[in-house]
């Protein structure tokens, strides 16, 4: 099992901005790949961005590629989501995950093939 914490939502303002932070416990992070989603109001929970188990290879989505960066530090089992340039769209519950079967064939941006999830934070941005 693996026990997973985010924080570091907030409000903020249009171009501000924000790091979230997962931190995990239970199991040693570095079994898994991480990834963090988000849900904006009425909409699916949709992929914001992925990291492999040690940080080798990123991916994001085309909407906040450029703007946001994921990372990780093992001895510290946290993964991170530092946003720059906040757009209001980018309002939205924030989850991360954790993936044990990355690297089998599997997708790091689909759900279904996460094991574990936290709670969410949330981030909104004014315009």
């Known amino acids: 099992q693996v026990q997973l914490v985010e924080s570091g939502g907030g409000l903020v303002q249009a171009g501000d901005s924000l790091r979230l932070s997962c931190a995990a416990s239970?199991?040693?992070?570095?079994?898994?790949?991480m990834g963090w989603f988000r849900q904006a109001p009425g909409k699916e929970r949709e992929f914001v961005a992925g990291?492999?188990?040690?940080?080798?290879?990123?991916y994001y989505a085309d909407s906040v590629r450029g703007r946001f960066t994921i990372s990780r530090d093992n001895a510290k089992n946290t993964v991170y989501l530092q946003m720059n340039s906040l757009k209001p769209e980018d309002t939205a519950v924030y989850y991360c995950a954790a993936d044990s079967t990355y690297g089998s064939g599997t997708s790091i941006a689909r759900e279904s093939d996460y094991d574990y999830w936290g709670q969410g934070t949330q981030v909104t941005v004014s315009s």
């Open positions: 990291i492999s188990r040690f940080g080798g290879n990123r």
């Open positions: 239970g199991r040693t992070l570095s079994r898994y790949a």
